[in-house]
């Protein structure tokens, strides 16, 4: 079935629940306008992509955790947390955003 605009426009956000931390957390796709907002900070003027914890995994993890959730007051004691787990689930958001190679290279027909 052809969507229509208006039910296009109604639909929602998909999560995913992940194991991490020792538990289980839930997990987010963005919006389209958070996630340019996110890919701006994270792309230098040269068009890479900053790999760091602090300047992309974090804010990352931040933006796509549905349950529990951050926000910027959190960021200090987020700085405690484990950086593997971290990484791992800001990983599982991007492949849920479509932003992992594999995602990429199948959106350009190259997998």
Do not use: C, W, Y
């Amino acid at each position: 079935m052809i969507l229509s605009k208006t039910d296009l426009l109604k639909s929602k956000l998909r999560t995913e629940q992940i194991e991490a931390f020792g538990g289980e957390v839930v997990i987010r796709e963005l919006p389209v306008a958070r996630l340019n907002g996110l890919l701006k900070q994270f792309v230098n003027d040269r068009g890479e992509v900053d790999l760091r914890i602090d300047e992309v995994m974090l804010p990352m993890f931040m933006a796509g955790m549905a349950e529990p959730e951050f926000d910027a007051e959190d960021t200090e004691a987020l700085a405690g947390v484990s950086g593997a787990e971290v990484q791992r689930v800001a990983l599982a958001i991007m492949r849920l955003n479509g932003l992992t190679s594999d995602a990429m290279d199948d959106a350009r027909g190259e997998s």
